[in-house]
């Protein structure tokens, strides 16, 4: 059973910072294109950030770029996802998505999520 597992959500006021981390010890981490994704009440899960399996080429959605960074340490199997000046429009579960596609066959694990909340 693959694990992915989020830490590092909180409850944050406007325009403050949060780290998530997400570790995946099961998987070829270095392997893997590395993805976050958020959800809000009420809304269709989004994606937010992804990096490559080298780490070589990242992407952000419009709605976080300039204020998120993602990065990943490939000796500690880890992601990351920096989040600075956070808004309150922020507010979501945050999950993180292991990604992999060999052929035909695609390779995708899930964490729990974890919860940012961003509010005064």
């Known amino acids: 059973q693959v694990q992915v597992v989020e830490s590092g959500g909180g409850l944050v006021q406007p325009g403050g910072s949060l780290r998530l981390s997400c570790a995946a010890p099961g998987i070829t981490f270095s392997m893997y294109n590395m993805n976050w994704y958020r959800q809000a009440p009420g809304k269709e899960r989004e994606g937010v950030a992804t990096i490559t399996s080298i780490g070589d080429t990242t992407s952000y959605a419009d709605s976080v770029k300039g204020r998120f960074t993602i990065s990943r340490d490939n000796a500690k199997n880890t992601v990351y996802l920096q989040m600075n000046n956070l808004k309150p429009e922020d507010t979501a579960v945050y999950y993180c998505?292991?990604?992999?596609?060999?052929?035909?066959?695609?390779?995708?694990?899930w964490g729990q999520g974890t919860q940012v909340t961003v509010s005064s």
């Open positions: 998505n292991a990604r992999r596609i060999i052929g035909a066959r695609n390779y995708d694990y």
